[in-house]
Nanobody
Framework: QVQLVESGGGLVQPGESLRLSCAAS????????MGWYRQAPGKQREPVAT???????NYSDSVKGRFTISRDNAKKTVYLQMNSLKPEDTAVYYC???????????WGQGTQVTVSS
């Protein structure tokens, strides 16, 4: 069975940090593009960061310089290090595994990140 299991969400104050983890099983992890998406209340889901099999990364402008995506293929895990968190980062964060050429797209269950004083 394919599974993406997330952890690391929570409640933090502005300026603090969190690290999200997403552990994959049931897929050949190393060949997938991995990504993090988020959905804030009343808004559409949007991409935050992606990382290719070879480690190339892309970030949305709103998080560039503050967030870092990384992957550990041996552990089949993708991470999102979130620094200098702002209230506007509050959202449900989703892990994604994509193999576009095969029409394959998997999602995690989502984890809540709340940034509030």
């Amino acid at each position: 069975q394919v599974q993406l299991v997330e952890s690391g969400g929570g409640l933090v104050q502005p300026g603090e940090s969190l690290r999200l983890s997403c552990a994959a099983s049931g897929i050949s992890f190393s060949i997938y593009v991995m990504g993090w998406y988020r959905q804030a209340p009343g808004k559409q889901r949007e991409p935050v960061a992606t990382i290719t099999s070879g480690g190339s990364t892309n970030y949305s402008d709103s998080v560039k310089g503050r967030f870092t995506i990384s992957r550990d293929n041996a552990k089949k895990t993708v991470y999102l290090q979130m620094n200098s968190l702002k209230p506007e980062d509050t959202a449900v964060y989703y892990c994604n595994a994509l193999k576009a050429q095969w029409g394959v797209n998997f999602w995690g269950q989502g984890t809540q990140v709340t940034v509030s004083s």
